[in-house]
């Protein structure tokens, strides 16, 4: 069965930074290409970025610059790292298994001073 778990999600101040984790489970992990989504207060989830097989990435504008997403295929895990963090950064972030489309459940990240 395969399985993807947030975590790492906190408050944090604005101009700030954090790092999330993804642990995905039961699958050819080096083969799967992983995404970080978010859902804003009262929004629409929105693409963050993505990393596939190889390290290929891709980024939202709203991030690119400032987020920076990494794979460990060894420990069948993905990073994000989240730096100079703004309010509009808030929401819950959700880590997708894109072959399999299997969804965690979300960490939530709040910048607010």
């Known amino acids: 069965q395969v399985q993807v778990v947030e975590s790492g999600g906190a408050l944090v101040q604005p101009g700030g930074s954090l790092r999330l984790s993804c642990a995905a489970s039961?699958?050819?992990?080096?083969?799967?290409?992983i995404r970080w989504n978010r859902q804003p207060p009262g929004e629409r989830r929105e693409f963050v970025a993505a990393?596939?097989?190889?390290?290929?990435?891709n980024y939202a504008d709203s991030v690119r610059g400032r987020f920076t997403i990494s794979r460990d295929d060894a420990k069948g895990m993905v990073y994000l790292q989240m730096e100079s963090l703004i309010p509009e950064d808030t929401g819950v972030y959700y880590c997708h298994a894109w072959n399999h489309d299997v969804w965690g459940k979300g960490t939530p990240v709040t910048v607010s001073s």
């Open positions: 039961g699958l050819d992990f080096k083969f799967e290409t």
């Open positions: 990393i596939a097989k190889g390290g290929i990435t």
